[in-house]
């Protein structure tokens, strides 16, 4: 039993090292608002670059363009531990209860995706949930021509 609690421990101390938040001096500058959070998981065995930049938004599907628009945001370099844990802020005015709204999380090594969430995650309105668990996939490399 000792040693099931000490595995908890070390896996919510993995978790809360993870974490990434908006900077002190952003989250000054935000209003309170509607916090979506959770985890990006990764398959077994997964390696990533030391490089790596990780990218949580929330997008505003409602828009007829073809360019989406992001109403929140949080980047940072990804930590070396996985899984990830990820806290987004949504300032407030900035929902539309008459809106639906999408999660998109990305991987980016060198400007070029590597990883990304694997399926579509709708958020905040509609009944949709604000604590996610977010599976992430591998995008291959394109072949060269």
């Known amino acids: 039993m000792k ?3 000490t595995l908890v421990g070390l896996i919510l101390c993995c978790l809360l090292i993870t974490t990434l938040n908006i900077s002190a001096k952003e989250r000054k500058n935000q209003q309170p608002g509607q916090e979506v959070s959770g985890i990006l ?3 077994e ?3 990533m670059p ?4 990780v990218s949580v938004r929330i997008v505003d599907v409602n828009t007829q363009n073809a360019s989406r628009v992001v109403i929140a945001q949080t980047t940072g370099p ?3 531990a996985l899984p990830t844990s990820f806290d987004v ?3 407030v005015g900035r929902i539309n209860g008459d809106h639906n709204y ?24 509609s009944g949709n949930a604000t604590q996610l ?7 291959s490399a394109r072949p060269k021509k």
């Open 3 to 5: 040693n099931l609690y």
């Open 41 to 43: 998981t990764y398959p």
């Open 45 to 47: 065995g997964a390696k």
């Open 50 to 53: 030391r490089n790596a930049i």
């Open 78 to 80: 990804l930590p070396r």
């Open 89 to 91: 802020i949504v300032g």
């Open 102 to 125: 999408v999660l998109q999380a990305v991987i980016t090594s060198k400007d070029r995706t590597i990883w990304r969430n694997a399926y579509t995650n709708p958020v905040i309105t």
């Open 133 to 139: 668990i977010v599976p992430m996939e591998h995008v």
